[in-house]
């Protein structure tokens, strides 16, 4: 059982910056992809940035340019670095990482955090 834990969210003003922290522990075989969602109020959960086990990066449209994902495979963390924040960037940020079983022939087994909040002022 694979446990996420996300950390770094808060309150922070229009143009302003956070960094935020996905750690996983407890038994691991291998990460795979991880990724960041969020989840505004009334709105559907949405794929903000995603990077696979080689570090190969996405972002979705809304956050190209500002916002920066990164991991580091040798602390189970993966990191998504938050700039020019605007007012819509406010959710609940959740962290995604696949167990990665291919190497025993099974498919990605996947995990969430519990989230955590991230606020804009404006």
């Known amino acids: 059982q694979v446990q996420l834990v996300e950390s770094g969210g808060g309150l922070v003003q229009v143009g302003g910056s956070l960094r935020l922290s996905c750690a996983a522990s407890?038994?691991?075989?291998?990460?795979?992809?991880m990724g960041w969602y969020r989840q505004a109020p009334g709105k559907e959960r949405e794929l903000v940035a995603s990077?696979?086990?080689?570090?190969?990066?996405n972002y979705a449209d809304s956050v190209k340019g500002r916002f920066t994902i990164s991991r580091d495979n040798a602390k189970n963390t993966v990191y998504l670095q938050m700039n020019s924040l605007k007012p819509e960037d406010t959710a609940v940020y959740y962290c995604?990482?696949?167990?990665?079983?291919?190497?025993?022939?099974?498919?990605?087994?996947?995990?969430w955090g519990q989230g955590t909040q991230v606020t804009v002022s404006s």
């Open positions: 995604n990482a696949d167990e990665d079983y291919s190497d025993y022939g099974l498919d990605d087994y996947n995990y």
């Open positions: 407890g038994i691991i075989v291998r990460l795979g992809a």
């Open positions: 990077i696979t086990s080689d570090g190969s990066a």
